[in-house]
């Protein structure tokens, strides 16, 4: 698998411009080497969500072009064990859609056995996997509090496609019970 390492931008206005319109929030986004801009957005309301990617001043995919119904397009995949670096902690979380036979997963990865942090992009078609696009470390850090936003809207929205991460052994399609509830490991068990 080919991985590109990405600059990562961190204020929000640089990556505001186009690829976030008005009345919504950036939740995440980086920009590659090549100066492709990379961002989630939510709707002010938490009515949509939305991917776009492109250089500045012009989108060249917007995931999915019409707003309606669009949380059911994403899928959540969350995995999470704790015990910190001597369990080999893990706290994988992973936004992911496919678009005309690709599947696009947006990530952000932490590792406490060597307190790694990896974020950026997976795009495959079918079993063919494309290039990785990451950022570094550093950005993860501002990042990370997005997860559990992402996470708790889409609690929200689509409660009954948040799922383990489904390359887990342990995996499974999880409805909570309570759509108010914060997501956690114990819907798991």
């Known amino acids: ?3 590109i390492i990405v600059s990562v931008i961190l204020t929000t206005a640089v990556l505001a411009g186009d690829h ?3 009345g919504e929030k950036l939740l995440y986004g980086f920009t590659t080497e090549k100066g492709k801009i990379i961002t989630i957005a939510v709707d ?14 012009k989108i060249e995919l917007e995931y999915p072009k019409h707003h309606k119904n669009a949380f059911k397009r994403f899928t959540f ?9 001597q369990n ?4 994988l979380n992973t936004l992911f859609f496919t678009n005309r036979g690709y599947t696009y997963r947006i990530f952000d990865n932490y590792s406490a056995a060597d307190d790694h942090r990896e974020i950026g992009i997976r795009i ?3 079993e063919r996997r494309s290039p990785q696009y990451s950022g570094g470390s550093e950005a993860s850090k501002v990042h990370s509090p997005v997860w559990r ?17 489904y390359d887990h052994p342990f995996s499974s399609r999880l409805r909570s019970p309570d759509p108010f509830s914060s997501f956690s490991l ?4």
């Open 149 to 165: 936003i992402i996470r708790s809207t889409l609690l929200l929205k689509v409660r009954n496609r948040i799922c383990h991460d």
């Open 88 to 91: 080999e902690g893990l706290d």
């Open 186 to 189: 114990e819907h798991c068990l």
């Open 77 to 85: 995949s969350h995995y999470f064990r704790g015990g910190g670096a």
């Open 44 to 57: 002010s309301h938490a009515r949509y969500l939305v991917y776009r990617y492109g250089k500045e001043g």
């Open 1 to 3: 698998m080919k991985t």
């Open 124 to 126: 495959t078609k079918k």
């Open 20 to 22: 976030v319109k008005k």
